[in-house]
């Protein structure tokens, strides 16, 4: 049977994307030494002597650590791959049959990395003669029998133009001077075929975004190896449709969201292809003949800080932005397992970033690198520089950030980011972050695809993630994707109705009839809020978050369902590890620790998970317990993984609506690192928290001591001081030196008009937008909003002083 190769896990096995390779280039020498090397040939030699450069790395030694476990995993795999390479009509591996297009791929990946070998010090098989022929021998093979001129694409495009040429184009970069000339033309030709100009002609299709990178990336490889300059600068000249901002479908939002497959945000991996591809070329050509000069790359450089970083977090990337990437875990064609995961995404992104500061301005290089060294410093978890899924190249440059004392490593940041553009929210607070991720009409519930993600039904339902500065980082990252309880997301509002594997269709097709989601921020601070519609399914929820200081409130109300079967909210569903028995204590009371227990537990008022955080119910509630374990394989939620069996123990804390409820509701506190004394402690402070309101018009939140006020006003109406006479999203904030901000959104994206009142009395407005007019009364403040459709639900930020 056919074995499926997923496009990310031969990024990630080529280290998180091929282009991250660059990284071993000298930090400040890079330019000089191309520029050197042009001086003494042609642009041509010069640009393949800088790529074959950048592919080995160098200025590290081969014998000390990290790059000696890695070189050595290198040889191992090498000599596994030449000692079951079997070339016959139908495979180059037995494993890897040519009717699979990801065979094809799969097959120039595994001669790569026998090049790399080959090419590399410390291997044990350095330049052994008969290791580079039986590479030309195998793509020789492959030239023959499935990647030449006279075949036509089948399969996954991805795989002819993309996975197989970039593959190819390493490789005789790297063997270059083995090659005959008519050889390497013939190999040239096969690119041609597959990957013609007229691939790059529109931006459209498969042709936008990280694709479009990739795209030009084995054009600029084949005009190199060519010595085609009009090659060269149509890739260059490609690149320019991926730059500018945009307001629909795929590429960088100006609230920092990226999107790709126009109804998925993808930041956390095919936003770190386009990072890594942008970074080489941008990189590659610098100083050349066709150095991207375009204004327009300022858009990339100015994603780091919109766009990346706010979903990094300690060497880790959010699950939140990362698609599909959450279900490639081990895939069954490759022998030696993947790290992968939300750190493995991470460490590919932080070569990323190490890279592109080569390009960019000397302060821009400077900060970011600031910014990798502290993810270096801080990844307790999966230490970065022991991934050796990375290549010997990143792991020299990111070996370089760390160890050079010029750079200051820079803390987490604190405050909340909202991407009202891919229905995505990042708080963060001294000691954890936590993410939010929704769905609406804009965006899918979930992507499924090539096999992968089959489960993912309810990550767009409200899952909750969070992490803790010094705990809590493996997570997500520990066997949690394949042995959740698909149904018991943490954060999500869902009917257990039973749902098929990659129900809803595929490629971002589930996207629910909800338009009113998104929120209100003043940058520390946000409310929340997310219109329920449930997958294949009657579910029908108003669900709300008011992310605060050391806490965040949510709200779930107006709950309802026809479809027969259970509806819950689930509020935690904690991955303990293998054989985690961590105490949970109610009230008070430690509960039993044993897999399998369950309870029903009345009157919770608080409760703790040790080394977890807490969690309090304003008023008591009725909180449904368990401890289970769960086991599954890779294979259960993505095709191309293995079988092997992954047992994972697991603490769920859930509300459960009944079946078929009309109008359930519930409330909680989530306390990430929070100690068992200031759960108790914030439960007995019963004014601390107001809910004013949580049904099916409006959900607020007054917490006196923060100065918040905060309203999602799903219709029009009157709460807590605030009248909205339009849906919208508003937090007040004031703080406690006079003044106070106003903070409005429209989360719809459709009020040309907007009327937001606040019966307190102001003594003036201190700043507000231009398109925003306002009127004092004794007792109010009038704020009436202009066309607002446009702004895409940013937010609106009015500053007042008070009486």
């Given at each position: 049977?056919?074995?499926?190769?997923?496009?990310?896990?031969?990024?990630?096995?080529?280290?998180?994307?091929?282009?991250?390779?660059?990284?071993?280039?000298?930090?400040?020498?890079a330019?000089?030494?191309?520029?050197?090397?042009?001086?003494?040939?042609?642009?041509?030699?010069?640009?393949r002597?800088?790529?074959?450069?950048?592919?080995?790395?160098?200025?590290?030694?081969?014998?000390?650590?990290?790059?000696?476990?890695?070189?050595?995993?290198?040889?191992?795999?090498?000599?596994?791959?030449?000692?079951?390479?079997?070339?016959?009509?139908?495979?180059?591996?037995?494993?890897?049959?040519?009717?699979?297009?990801?065979s094809?791929?799969?097959?120039?990946?595994?001669?790569?990395?026998?090049?790399?070998?080959?090419?590399?010090?410390?291997?044990?098989?350095?330049?052994?003669?008969?290791?580079?022929?039986?590479?030309?021998?195998?793509l020789?093979?492959?030239?023959?029998?499935?990647?030449?001129?006279?075949?036509s694409?089948?399969?996954?495009?991805?795989?002819?133009?993309?996975?197989?040429?970039?593959?190819?184009?390493?490789?005789?970069?790297?063997?270059?001077?083995?090659?005959?000339?008519?050889?390497?033309?013939?190999?040239?030709?096969?690119?041609?075929?597959?990957?013609?100009?007229?691939?790059?002609?529109?931006?459209?299709?498969?042709?936008?975004?990280?694709?479009?990178?990739?795209?030009?990336?084995?054009?600029?490889l084949?005009?190199?190896?060519?010595?085609?300059?009009?090659?060269?600068?149509?890739?260059?000249?490609?690149?320019?449709?991926?730059?500018?901002?945009?307001?629909?479908?795929?590429?960088?939002?100006?609230?920092?969201?990226?999107?790709?497959?126009?109804?998925?945000?993808?930041?956390?991996?095919?936003?770190?292809?386009?990072?890594?591809?942008?970074?080489?070329?941008?990189?590659?050509?610098?100083?050349?003949?066709?150095?991207v000069?375009?204004?327009?790359?300022?858009?990339?450089?100015?994603?780091?800080?919109?766009?990346?970083?706010?979903?990094?977090?300690?060497?880790?990337?959010?699950?939140?932005?990362?698609?599909?990437?959450?279900?490639?875990?081990?895939?069954?064609?490759?022998?030696?397992?993947?790290?992968?995961?939300?750190?493995?995404?991470?460490?590919?992104?932080?070569?990323?970033?190490a890279l592109?500061?080569?390009?960019?301005?000397?302060?821009?290089?400077?900060?970011?690198?600031?910014?990798?060294?502290?993810?270096i410093?801080?990844?307790?978890?999966?230490?970065?520089?022991s991934?050796?899924?990375?290549?010997?190249?990143?792991?020299?440059?990111?070996?370089?950030?760390?160890?050079?004392g010029?750079?200051?490593?820079?803390?987490?940041?604190?405050?909340?980011?909202?991407?009202?553009?891919?229905?995505?929210?990042?708080?963060?607070?001294?000691?954890?972050?936590?993410?939010?991720?929704?769905?609406?009409?804009?965006?899918?519930?979930?992507?499924?695809?090539?096999g992968?993600?089959?489960?993912?039904?309810?990550?767009?339902a409200?899952?909750?993630?969070?992490?803790?500065?010094?705990?809590?980082?493996?997570?997500?990252?520990?066997?949690?994707?394949?042995?959740?309880?698909?149904?018991?997301?943490?954060?999500?509002?869902?009917?257990?109705?039973?749902?098929?594997?990659?129900?809803?269709?595929?490629?971002?097709?589930?996207?629910?009839?909800?338009?009113?989601?998104?929120?209100?921020?003043?940058?520390?601070?946000?409310?929340?809020?997310?219109?329920?519609?449930?997958?294949?399914?009657?579910?029908?929820?108003?669900?709300?978050?008011?992310?605060?200081?050391?806490?965040?409130?949510?709200?779930?109300?107006?709950?309802?369902?026809?479809?027969?079967?259970?509806?819950?909210?689930?509020?935690?569903?904690?991955n303990?590890?293998?054989?985690?028995?961590?105490?949970?204590?109610?009230?008070?009371?430690?509960?039993?620790?044993a897999?399998?227990?369950?309870?029903?537990?009345?009157?919770?008022?608080?409760?703790?998970?040790?080394?977890?955080?807490?969690?309090?119910?304003?008023?008591?509630?009725?909180?449904?317990?368990?401890?289970?374990?769960?086991?599954?394989?890779?294979?259960?939620?993505?095709?191309?993984?293995?079988?092997?069996?992954?047992?994972?123990?697991?603490?769920?804390?859930?509300?459960?609506?009944?079946?078929?409820?009309?109008?359930?509701?519930?409330?909680?506190?989530?306390?990430?690192?929070?100690?068992?004394?200031?759960?108790?402690?914030?439960a007995?402070?019963?004014?601390?928290?107001?809910?004013?309101?949580?049904?099916?018009?409006?959900?607020?939140?007054?917490?006196?001591?923060?100065?918040?006020?905060?309203?999602?006003?799903?219709?029009?109406?009157?709460?807590?001081?605030?009248?909205?006479?339009?849906?919208?999203?508003?937090?007040?904030?004031?703080?406690?030196?006079?003044?106070?901000t106003?903070?409005?959104?429209?989360?719809?994206?459709?009020?040309?008009?907007?009327?937001?009142?606040?019966?307190?009395?102001?003594?003036?407005?201190?700043?507000?937008?231009?398109?925003?007019?306002?009127?004092?009364?004794?007792?109010?403040?009038?704020?009436?909003?202009?066309?607002?459709?446009?702004?895409?639900?940013?937010?609106?930020?009015?500053?007042?002083?008070?009486?």
């Amino acid at each position: 049977m056919p074995v499926p190769w997923s496009r990310r896990s031969f990024l990630h096995l080529t280290g998180t994307t091929a282009l991250l390779l660059l990284a071993a280039l000298p930090q400040a020498g890079a330019a000089h030494a191309a520029g050197a090397a042009r001086g003494a040939g042609d642009a041509y030699d010069a640009l393949r002597a800088t790529w074959r450069a950048a592919l080995l790395g160098g200025g590290f030694d081969p014998a000390a650590a990290p790059f000696a476990e890695k070189l050595a995993l290198l040889g191992t795999q090498a000599a596994a791959f030449r000692a079951t390479m079997d070339a016959a009509p139908g495979w180059l591996w037995p494993d890897l049959p040519l009717s699979a297009s990801s065979s094809i791929t799969a097959g120039y990946t595994r001669l790569g990395t026998m090049t790399q070998a080959y090419a590399q010090p410390g291997t044990g098989l350095t330049g052994d003669p008969a290791l580079a022929a039986a590479v030309r021998t195998g793509l020789d093979h492959l030239h023959a029998r499935a990647y030449n001129p006279s075949r036509s694409p089948f399969g996954n495009w991805w795989d002819f133009q993309i996975g197989a040429p970039q593959a190819l184009l390493d490789i005789s970069t790297l063997l270059h001077d083995q090659l005959p000339a008519a050889r390497l033309a013939a190999y040239l030709a096969a690119v041609d075929r597959f990957v013609p100009d007229s691939c790059v002609g529109s931006y459209t299709g498969t042709s936008t975004g990280a694709n479009r990178v990739d795209l030009c990336r084995s054009i600029a490889l084949r005009g190199i190896l060519g010595k085609d300059p009009a090659k060269v600068a149509l890739a260059r000249d490609a690149l320019s449709p991926v730059f500018p901002v945009v307001t629909t479908g795929d590429g960088f939002y100006a609230d920092g969201s990226f999107v790709q497959h126009t109804y998925l945000s993808y930041t956390g991996s095919y936003g770190l292809v386009l990072l890594g591809g942008l970074a080489g070329l941008l990189s590659l050509l610098d100083g050349s003949p066709w150095a991207v000069t375009d204004p327009g790359r300022q858009t990339v450089f100015d994603s780091v800080a919109k766009s990346f970083a706010p979903f990094l977090y300690n060497g880790l990337m959010m699950d939140a932005v990362s698609g599909r990437s959450t279900s490639r875990g081990n895939p069954r064609s490759n022998a030696y397992g993947l790290q992968g995961g939300d750190h493995g995404r991470g460490h590919g992104a932080l070569a990323s970033l190490a890279l592109l500061g080569t390009a960019a301005s000397a302060a821009e290089n400077q900060y970011w690198r600031g910014l990798v060294k502290g993810w270096i410093q801080r990844d307790y978890y999966s230490p970065v520089l022991s991934d050796t899924d990375l290549s010997v190249a990143a792991l020299a440059r990111l070996k370089a950030v760390r160890d050079d004392g010029s750079v200051v490593a820079i803390a987490e940041p604190t405050g909340h980011r909202l991407f009202p553009s891919m229905d995505r929210a990042v708080h963060r607070r001294p000691g954890w972050a936590a993410s939010i991720s929704m769905a609406s009409k804009r965006m899918g519930l979930y992507e499924t695809g090539n096999g992968e993600n089959l489960r993912g039904w309810h990550a767009g339902a409200g899952m909750l993630q969070w992490w803790g500065d010094t705990h809590g980082n493996g997570q997500y990252t520990d066997g949690f994707w394949p042995t959740v309880d698909p149904y018991r997301l943490p954060g999500t509002t869902v009917s257990r109705t039973p749902l098929a594997d990659a129900e809803g269709g595929a490629w971002g097709l589930p996207r629910p009839d909800a338009n009113w989601v998104g929120g209100a921020t003043d940058g520390e601070y946000a409310a929340v809020g997310q219109y329920v519609r449930g997958l294949s399914s009657t579910l029908y929820a108003k669900k709300s978050w008011f992310c605060l200081a050391d806490a965040i409130v949510c709200l779930a109300g107006s709950v309802r369902s026809t479809d027969g079967a259970a509806v819950e909210t689930v509020i935690e569903n904690r991955n303990l590890g293998a054989a985690g028995t961590q105490a949970l204590t109610v009230n008070g009371a430690a509960q039993p620790t044993a897999p399998g227990w369950s309870a029903t537990l009345t009157g919770t008022r608080w409760a703790h998970i040790a080394g977890h955080g807490g969690y309090v119910f304003p008023g008591g509630a009725t909180v449904k317990a368990l401890r289970q374990e769960r086991t599954g394989s890779w294979r259960d939620i993505n095709t191309g993984g293995t079988t092997d069996p992954i047992t994972r123990r697991y603490l769920t804390l859930w509300f459960d609506h009944g079946t078929d409820p009309v109008a359930a509701h519930c409330a909680h506190i989530l306390m990430p690192g929070a100690t068992a004394a200031r759960a108790a402690a914030r439960a007995a402070d019963t004014g601390w928290l107001t809910v004013l309101a949580n049904d099916n018009q409006q959900q607020g939140v007054e917490v006196g001591s923060l100065g918040v006020t905060a309203v999602n006003f799903w219709f029009a109406g009157t709460v807590g001081g605030l009248t909205a006479d339009q849906p919208a999203c508003v937090l007040v904030r004031e703080h406690g030196d006079g003044t106070a901000t106003l903070c409005v959104s429209d989360p719809m994206r459709m009020r040309t008009g907007l009327t937001v009142t606040w019966h307190r009395p102001v003594a003036s407005v201190l700043s507000k937008p231009a398109t925003v007019t306002s009127a004092r009364t004794g007792s109010a403040l009038v704020l009436a909003f202009g066309d607002l459709t446009g702004l895409a639900g940013a937010t609106q930020r009015i500053r007042v002083a008070l009486n």
